[in-house]
Every structure is written in structure tokens, then in C-alpha cells.
């Protein structure tokens, strides 16, 4: 892993490498990096692991085995911007699929509890139309859906 830019530290609770080899499963660019296990010093097991570095999509990450004090929330998540609908999709179902949860207005929970963002291309070009009341319209159909469906925004943006 390289010094240059920003690494996210994702809290586990014993299941990093479990979580990084997943990620590397769903995203094709990736790697894993160094892996990093507690010694007799602690606080974790001897010989498990502390720290998983991996990449994925060009983002580097570390997964660390802290223990159960901090779970995820949606107050973080991480955006996928898809180039098609097609990849949108296997987005949504790679991430929802083993335990993940669907969630409203694109989002959706892994089965770590990690949050994404799946957005299609245009949902976002709609949400932010220079006329308001398209926006409106679009941001308005946008909340009753939990997979992103950007005909039926663009239809709700078009209407009178």
C-alpha cells in the first residue's frame, strides 16, 4: 500500500480478512496487502488477526479486529456510481445477498453491516436538476424506492 492519500480503517469485530476476502469477491479490481496478527502482547488472541490491509477499486482500506464497542452505521457508507444498469444491479444483489438488508433511496447494508450507495447512471444528474421542480419531482420518487429505478424518477421529473 502506498503513502499517498487517504486509507479507511474499518472497525470489525474478528472478521476483517473474512470482510476483505468478501470485498474482493464483489469489487474485481483488488488485492490484499499485509496482514498484521496480535502477539502475546493482546489484546486479541495470539496468532489471529489485528489487521487486514486491502484495495479495492483503487480505495485503500485496512480492516481492523477491534472487538464489538464499535458497530457500523449509516452515518458512513460508501458511494458505487454504476455505468449501467446491469452493473447497478449486480451491485445491489452482491451486497444485499449472504445476510445484507436492503435499505431506501439506494442504500443498502452488507452482511458486515458496512453501508453502500448504489447509484445508477442519471439518478444523480435527476436529484440535482437546475429546475426545481424537476428535482423535486425526481428527489420525491426517489424516497419511496429502495433500489434506485431511474426511468421511473425520470418519468416522475417529466410529469407536469
Not at 474499518?10 to 490484499?32: C, Q, T
Not at 493482546?42 to 488477526?49: F, K, L, Q, R, Y
Not at 457508507?77 to 452493473?87: G, L, P, T, V, Y
Not at 436529484?127 to 426517489?142: F, H, L, N, S
Request: one cysteine or more.
Amino acid at each position: 500500500m502506498s503513502g499517498n492519500g487517504f486509507t479507511t480503517c474499518l472497525w470489525f469485530d474478528g472478521n476483517a480478512e473474512a470482510a476483505a476476502d468478501h470485498y474482493l469477491s464483489v469489487f474485481k479490481d483488488g488485492k490484499i496487502g499485509r496482514i498484521g496478527r496480535y502477539t502475546e502482547a493482546g489484546p486479541g488472541e495470539a496468532g489471529s488477526v489485528m489487521v487486514v490491509e486491502f484495495e479495492i477499486n483503487g480505495q485503500q482500506f485496512i480492516g481492523l479486529n477491534g472487538g464489538p464497542q464499535f458497530p457500523f452505521t449509516e452515518a458512513i457508507s460508501f458511494q458505487i456510481r454504476c455505468s449501467d444498469e446491469a452493473e447497478a444491479d449486480y451491485y445491489w444483489d452482491a451486497l444485499t445477498g449472504d445476510g445484507g438488508e436492503e435499505g431506501v433511496c439506494g442504500w443498502v447494508k452488507d452482511k458486515f453491516g458496512v453501508s453502500w450507495q448504489v447509484i445508477p447512471p442519471g439518478a444523480i444528474d435527476l436529484i440535482a436538476d437546475p429546475d426545481p421542480g424537476r428535482a423535486a419531482r425526481a428527489t420525491a420518487a426517489m424516497m419511496r424506492m429502495k433500489k434506485l429505478d431511474v426511468a421511473e424518477m425520470r418519468r416522475a421529473a417529466d410529469a407536469p
